[in-house]
T-cell receptor
Framework: LAKTTQPISMDSYEGQEVNITCSHNNIATNDYITWYQQFPSQGPRFIIQGYKTKVTNEVASLFIPADRKSSTLSLPRVSLSDTAVYYCLVGGDNFNKFYFGSGTKLNVKP | NAGVTQTPKFQVLKTGQSMTLQCAQDMNHEYMSWYRQDPGMGLRLIHYSVGAGITDQGEVPNGYNVSRSTTEDFPLRLLSAAPSQTSVYFC??????????????FGPGTRLTVL
């Protein structure tokens, strides 16, 4: 398994930028890094994916250093509705490489 | 597009009973998978399929069977339910296995309780 390590939980306040870092020391050459968001009683939802450097979409940015052994999900100006669990996945060509782990529980306070 | 649909949403079984959790997708995705999520935990892969007629085991396959007779459907069968199978079950599908653009689309889940 391409295991990943993330903080168990984080607290933030509305309007702040939140950065969640994921470690994936055993990432393989062809692995992509994907982040998902999960609200209570719902299935995970795709947020962003990247291979190297920086990727940005309408909801988040993903920063990946040159050695690709970690990645950072950046959520700009969070709101209460961003309270959720965030999972970092690393995987390429094998289903059994996808490891969700326990994720990071983000709690956004007013 | 309905995306990934799962039925039922909730189910209560007695130990030893069998049942089938249904999963369907209308996105013409080749890759489908079943995960279980226990309270406060991440998702663990039960079984997956890389196309019609092709299935394989994930991390926690014991006590579950799958089949994939069509691209759209991927049912999960519990052979003889046990309390340890009390969990929330998610079905997912994806267009690709390897990146890029291999994101998985998840269904709403089935909450199963085994007494």
């Amino acid at each position: 398994l391409a295991k990943t390590t993330q903080p168990i939980s984080m607290d933030s306040y509305e309007g702040q930028e939140v950065n969640i870092t994921c470690s994936h020391n055993n990432i393989a050459t062809n692995d992509y890094i994907t982040w998902y968001q999960q609200f209570p009683s719902q299935g995970p939802r795709f947020i962003i994916q990247g291979y190297k450097t920086k990727v940005t979409n309408e909801v988040a940015s993903l920063f990946i250093p040159a050695d690709r052994k970690s990645s950072t999900l950046s959520l700009p100006r969070v709101s209460l509705s961003d309270t959720a669990v965030y999972y970092c996945l690393v995987g390429g060509d094998n289903f059994n490489k996808f490891y969700f782990g326990s994720g990071t529980k983000l709690n956004v306070k007013p | 597009n309905a995306g990934v649909t799962q039925t039922p949403k909730f189910q209560v079984l007695k130990t030893g009973q069998s049942m089938t959790l249904q999963c369907a997708q209308d996105m013409n995705h080749e890759y489908m998978s079943w995960y279980r999520q226990d309270p406060g935990m991440g998702l663990r892969l039960i079984h997956y399929s890389v196309g019609a007629g092709i299935t394989d085991q994930g991390e926690v396959p014991n006590g579950y069977n799958v089949s994939r007779s069509t691209t759209e459907d991927f049912p999960l069968r519990l052979l003889s339910a046990a309390p340890s199978q009390t969990s929330v079950y998610f079905c997912a599908s994806s267009l690709r296995l390897a990146g890029p653009d291999n994101e998985q689309f998840f269904g709403p889940g089935t909450r199963l309780t085994v007494l």
